[in-house]
């Protein structure tokens, strides 16, 4: 099949990558020059231009940083035209991007406008995940476009769930979001506690763990260096998912409630966390780099 991917950062360059080797013809854009010559390494094609990508495309996905970037791509900006605009075909179109709902919306409006189908398919599982093909898609769009995008996604991914209509994975995607940043602060915020009280950071690890207290977090991306061989934390905290993309998710958390009224008092005090957190200069850190926060003056 032939696919455009547009992205390369940490999560879209190992997703396209497992298409290549899925045997998908893959054509790639991205601003970063080396970012495109890495997978026209392993295989793919390389593009001038996101337009150029998506010509004679059957499928195009898409993995940007927000929803600026994703509106921008598809509906154009400064009164330029938009890839929608300039598609000579009817391609699926599935954005892996974490956006708000409205924003996944108003884009699926203008390109069902134009006959095309629009899926909005957020990820979950991490770098991690996004190497190993392993990754959870939670997809809003209709039934039709699911069941015709299910076969790609299932080269990225082990886990596929339709949500509902298009803003239904934004949705999901952005409660599991705020989960996960009260849960790696709050496991960041014990593990600080024991260890300034004399415990082992890694048999606190494995007593939580092995407890009530136990969590995505401490089981497979514990925020203590050295802990857990591979995590993010024990490279630095390069690479991952960055403070300031998990800073604009727990942002999209509190517009979501702010819209429906909704009481989130745990995901607030998360995103003003990962907010100071970046403010102090670790915004292209991992997330698990709040571990930093409550490490000062040690």
Known sequence: MNIAFIGLGNMGSPMASNLVKAGHDVTVFDLVESAMQALESEGAKRAESAEAAAKGAEVIISMLPAGVHVKSLYLGRDGGPGLLESLESKPLIIDASTISPEDAREVAAAAKERGVTWLDAPVSGGVGGAKAGALTFIVGGSAEGFEQARPVLEAMGKNIFHAGENGAGQVAKICNNMLLGILMSGTAEALALGVKNGMDPAVLSEIMKQSSGGNWALNVYNPWPGVMEGSAASRDYQG???TDLM???LGLAW????GSKSTVPMGSQARNLFALHSAQGSGSLDFS??????????
Request: aromatic letters at 10%; charged letters at 35%.
């Open 289 to 298: 780099s709040i571990q930093k926060l409550y490490r000062e003056g040690e």
């Open 247 to 249: 800073a604009k998710d």
């Open 240 to 242: 991952g998912f960055l």
């Open 255 to 258: 517009e979501l409630a702010l």
